[in-house]
């Protein structure tokens, strides 16, 4: 009798939370550029079947941190992120998306992983 009063089923048990990979990116003047690397790792990433939300955000009133350009990409899980980034990492054309990006001036400043705190 204790077992069923202490079991959880699936449906009671919390939900993962979902999580979001922040990159915040300095472009500089090269706006165009980077609207050109997005839509192709855009295109990427439907190719791929790999998920997640993509939103694009600029910074307008930042401070010093105005201008930049923060990209954000929510996934269900941490599992659902990793199974996307193995094959995006697996990818050929990830991969040269990834040396064109590095080549063209456009600076990562940071990138993070956050959840959302739920009160």
């Known amino acids: ?65 105005a201008g930049r350009v923060i990209v954000t990409v929510e996934y269900p899980s941490l599992t659902a992120l ?5 094959k995006m990492n697996a990818s050929p054309e990830f991969r040269k998306w990834q040396a064109d990006a590095q080549a063209s001036g456009i600076k990562v400043l940071s990138e993070s992983l956050v959840t959302e705190l739920k009160f």
Do not use: C, N
């Not at 990793?82 to 193995?86: G, L, Q």
């Open 1 to 65: 009798m204790l077992a069923s009063a202490t079991a959880i089923s699936a449906a009671d048990a919390p939900a993962a939370p979902h999580v979001t990979e922040v990159i915040v990116v300095d472009v500089g003047g090269g706006m165009q550029k980077f609207q050109e690397l997005a839509k192709r790792v855009d295109a990427i990433s439907k190719q791929l079947h790999v998920g997640g939300t993509v939103r694009y955000h600029l910074a307008t009133w930042a401070g010093e941190g």
């Open 82 to 86: 990793a199974d996307s980034s193995a």
